[in-house]
């Protein structure tokens, strides 16, 4: 079992900044990529960001690339997910996941969720 915790949502205005966090707690967090999706209400879950646990890549989906930055910081078991130049459009419920070895950004091949945090973007 992996669980994770996510945390630094908000309330931001367009153009703003937030780093979320996801800690890790279990099984070894090294053996898992680690990828964060969104939700909006009335919308399915879709992939934002994936980094791999061996060498780092990461993949990102094309309406952040540019403007999100994932990363993974081993020894605190933590992954995180800059968000800058934000849009009204990147209001949703934000999740990271764990995937044993491969990045996707599909949802089907995740194993463990967090909870979610919740990021608003106002105009």
């Known amino acids: 079992q992996v669980q994770l915790v996510e945390s630094g949502g908000g309330l931001v205005q367009a153009g703003g900044s937030l780093r979320l966090s996801c800690a890790a707690s279990?099984?070894?967090?090294?053996?898992?990529?680690m990828g964060w999706f969104r939700q909006a209400p009335g919308k399915e879950r879709e992939g934002v960001s994936c980094?791999?646990?061996?060498?780092?890549?990461?993949y990102y989906a094309d309406s952040v690339k540019g403007r999100f930055t994932t990363s993974r910081d081993s020894a605190k078991n933590t992954v995180y997910l800059q968000m800058n130049s934000l849009k009204p459009g990147d209001t949703a419920v934000y999740y990271c996941?764990?995937?044993?070895?491969?990045?996707?950004?599909?949802?089907?091949?995740?194993?463990?969720w967090g909870q979610g945090t919740q990021v608003t973007v106002s105009s």
């Open positions: 996941a764990a995937v044993h070895f491969i990045c996707s950004l599909s949802t089907g091949p995740y194993d463990y």
């Open positions: 279990g099984r070894t967090f090294s053996n898992y990529a």
């Open positions: 980094i791999k646990n061996n060498d780092g890549t990461t």
